[in-house]
């Protein structure tokens, strides 16, 4: 586990997991703690579909393990996309922050919408927001949805 999780004013408690997969690539997955107890399934099978394979006989001491670890690490948790304070959380869930903002960001929402990221936020500036230049009215619309 590589940290705990939760809200600014404490509450949507989680877990930030960390692992290897097969092909050595190093993965993270939040999962809100809710689902450690509701839905211990869904969370075997999303760590499954991350690449983490669990044999089906030691499901149960996964779940005790993950109910029962403790770390120092912390990370910030949110519920929704758009802003978030100075941050602003996209749909597959990266976080485009400032600089002085060093806390490890995760949204769960994110995590479980089959949302993907594609392409770079210099290729949107490079393809599609330069269109916006001397037109208020498609610069108002990239502005409301947004928002």
Request: hydrophobic content about 40%; some cysteine.
């Amino acid at each position: 586990m590589a940290a705990y999780a939760r809200d600014v004013n404490g509450d949507n408690s989680g877990l930030l997991l960390r692992w290897v997969d097969k092909d050595g690539k190093e993965r993270e997955r939040p999962i809100a703690a809710k689902r450690l107890n509701d839905d211990a399934k869904g969370v075997i099978g999303e760590l499954a579909d991350g690449g983490l394979y669990i044999d089906p006989e030691y499901e149960r001491f996964i779940m005790q393990y993950l109910a029962r670890f403790n770390t120092d690490q912390r990370a910030l948790a949110v519920t929704a996309t758009g802003w978030q304070g100075e941050c602003f959380v996209l749909a597959a869930g990266e976080v485009l922050k400032p600089d002085h903002i060093t806390d490890r960001i995760v949204s769960y929402e994110a995590a479980n919408s089959g949302t993907s990221i594609k392409g770079t936020l210099g290729q949107w500036q490079a393809n599609n927001a330069k269109l916006c230049i001397g037109n208020p009215v498609l610069s108002f619309a990239v502005f409301l949805r947004l928002l």
